[in-house]
């Protein structure tokens, strides 16, 4: 009894891999399966801030930057559009925590309209390729002076259209280093 289960999990377990992922390939895909390695992502992101001092109620100037640190050509969501965390993950590419000079966190606050990926926010990044984004953080209040640090992540939400031949989806979350910005008072 023990080896028909033992088969019968075996059986099972190469089905599944056999049949995972089979669909019809659209124009341009290529029959090429790559794996990417299991030891850390292929790509590397950064948050970098314009100034590391704002007056009190200003708003940062920041710049997401995801770098292609593997040897294949990588197919991610280049949009990077920033949302709230607690929004579902096909809405937001990009999520930033601020922790304020409290300790607390600072609520995203703003209203985000923001529809699925479309074809054309993907892009191929070669290897050593980077795509940027920059912004003002807007949707953040910075009014106490005091240090606040950031971090951010990026994942694709998914439903990523099909890689084009030579590229490999790119669908991993990934995070950056913490940063800080210093608030002042405002100069009178």
Known sequence: MRLRVTFAL?????????????RAKSAGESDQVVVLPSRGPAASFHLEVASSEIPRGGEPEIEFILKNTSSQSLWVNSRMVLNDEAQPPEFRDVWLRV??????GVPY???????????????????????????????FTFATSGIY?????????????P????GVYFGQ??????????VVPQMQ
């Open 10 to 22: 075996l059986l099972l377990t190469l089905v599944t891999i056999g049949c995972h992922g089979r």
């Open 173 to 182: 979350e990934i995070d950056t280093e913490k940063v800080t910005v210093r």
């Open 99 to 104: 922790q304020g000079p409290d300790g607390l």
């Open 163 to 166: 890689a084009p031949a030579g």
């Open 109 to 139: 606050d703003c209203a985000s309209n923001v529809g699925f990926a479309k074809r054309e926010d993907y892009a191929l990044l070669k290897p050593g390729d980077v795509v940027r984004r920059d912004l003002r953080l807007r949707c």
């Open 149 to 161: 640090v950031l971090k951010a992540w990026y994942r694709d939400g998914g439903n990523a259209p």
